[in-house]
């Protein structure tokens, strides 16, 4: 397991963006020390910001990974009101905010004195929580299907090599509940052609008023995806899955700093053997859950 060093963040780094209506912060993290390191871009759950998931951007961050976490426009910091023309298109400008910051990689890691050089820009993964999942696995190529089930525009990006999908909601249809149905078209996926690699991970005991399945929903992008997938199923977790939006919060309805590390040390470990550095942490923490003496949760791959 690598050792934790101290990290850097810097906030906001403003990347200008006409075509959204509002300029993009950012927020970008990175160990002190290291070089070669890979890229995380996160993307956040509903009403939350730059400022959210801590306890992953402040993990990854002091075990190697430079964390990019955009701020997306439902973001309560920004104030954006219901009726706004943009409002239906959110979950659009939200993919588009993912591809913006891989565009304009050079300048946020220019926002942190000496980064640039110790960054390898061909090592490249997404993650996301909730709807941020959504976001982050439509660059990973999950697409939207329409109204006759057709899939929708293929948004997935060459430049990404691997994906943490934390919550992620599962098919739409018959499954979704009618607020769903209703208020959120776009929940309709198709996981078919979500061909590059990814961690699944999901709670047992997140039961969403948006679907009327059970906690197995959360689980459809790792059973209905090809190639490389493995699927983290965390005993006894609710949709913030033991509290990685943050300690403490008041969305956090099962507090569980076990789970959370759980995650912190699997998601870690499986990025950098994905992205193909070292796979002693996914080996380490892979067998530490399962010779637990009390697991709490269990871990599959395909």
Avoid at 60 to 84: C, K, M, N, Y
Avoid at 101 to 106: F, G, I, K, Q, T
Avoid at 267 to 290: F, I, M, N, P, Q
Wanted: cysteine-free; glycine content about 10%.
């Amino acid at each position: 397991m690598r050792t934790a060093v101290p990290i850097v963040s810097v906030k906001p780094v403003v990347l200008a963006a006409p075509e959204r209506g509002t300029d993009l912060l950012v927020r970008v993290s990175a160990p002190v020390s290291g070089h070669d390191l890979p890229v995380i871009v996160f993307s956040h759950g509903y009403g939350w910001s730059l400022d959210g998931y801590g306890p992953l951007a402040d993990y990854w961050a002091a075990h190697g990974f430079v964390v990019i976490q955009p701020t997306h426009l439902d973001s309560r910091t920004l104030g954006i009101p219901a009726e706004d023309p943009r409002t239906p298109l959110i979950w659009r400008i939200r993919v588009a905010d993912l591809t913006h910051v891989l565009d304009r990689l050079d300048r946020l890691l220019d926002a942190v004195p000496g980064l640039a050089e110790r960054v390898d820009p061909s090592r490249i993964a997404v993650a996301g929580h909730s709807w941020g999942a959504q976001s982050a696995s439509m660059l990973l190529g999950a697409r939207v299907l329409d109204s006759a089930g057709e899939p929708g525009e293929d948004l997935s990006d060459p430049r990404v090599g691997a994906g943490v999908l934390l919550a992620l909601t599962g098919h739409g249809g018959t499954d979704l509940s009618p607020f769903a149905a209703e208020h959120f078209p776009f929940m309709s996926p198709s996981f078919a052609d979500m061909r590059t690699p990814a961690l699944v991970v999901a709670g047992d005991h997140d039961q969403s008023h948006l679907s009327l399945r059970g906690p197995d929903w959360f689980t459809d992008a790792y059973f209905a995806s090809p190639g490389d997938k493995s699927l983290l199923t965390l005993f006894g977790a609710e949709h913030s899955l033991g509290g990685i939006v943050g300690h403490q919060v008041a969305e956090t309805t099962d507090e569980s700093p076990e789970r959370v590390s759980i995650i912190q040390r699997l998601s870690s470990g499986y990025l950098h053997r994905t992205l193909g550095k070292d796979e002693s942490g996914w080996r380490e923490a892979g067998k530490a859950l399962a010779h637990s003496m009390n697991p709490l949760g269990s871990l599959v791959s395909k």
